[in-house]
């Protein structure tokens, strides 16, 4: 019964903006690490964005290089959902996104679909 659900994938321009959302059930998402991957046709899976624990130490945010200053992950524990606001969106940014935790085993979402073009 433990599942993440992404949504918020889209069209968009060069400069724009999506959020994404990742909403769990089955578990608490602020008791676990929660990642955002990306994995087009013919590109390496990289990892984009990663939200450790509530209780963890220091700064709980790790970010791919190629989004650091754009990208922000966020978590609304009232919601159990974890976010990523993607903003000056570039045409590489296009992929699919993928929303991963790790529990009792790791779960992946269906994953949603972004695409930055003119």
């Known amino acids: 019964q433990k599942q993440v659900v992404e949504s918020g994938g889209g069209l968009v321009q060069p400069g724009g903006s999506l959020r994404l959302s990742c909403k769990a059930s089955?578990?608490?998402?602020?008791?676990?690490?929660v990642g955002w991957f990306r994995r087009a046709p013919g590109k390496q899976r990289e990892g984009v964005a990663c939200i450790s624990s509530s209780d963890s130490e220091g700064s709980p945010y790790t970010y791919a290089d190629s989004v650091k200053g754009r990208f922000t992950i966020s978590r609304d524990n009232a919601k159990n959902t974890v976010y990523l606001q993607m903003n000056s969106l570039k045409p590489e940014d296009t992929d699919v996104y993928y929303c991963?935790?790790?529990?009792?085993?790791?779960?992946w979402g269906q994953g949603t679909q972004v695409t930055v073009s003119s």
């Open positions: 089955g578990f608490s998402l602020d008791e676990f690490s």
């Open positions: 991963r935790a790790v529990v009792d085993r790791i779960y």
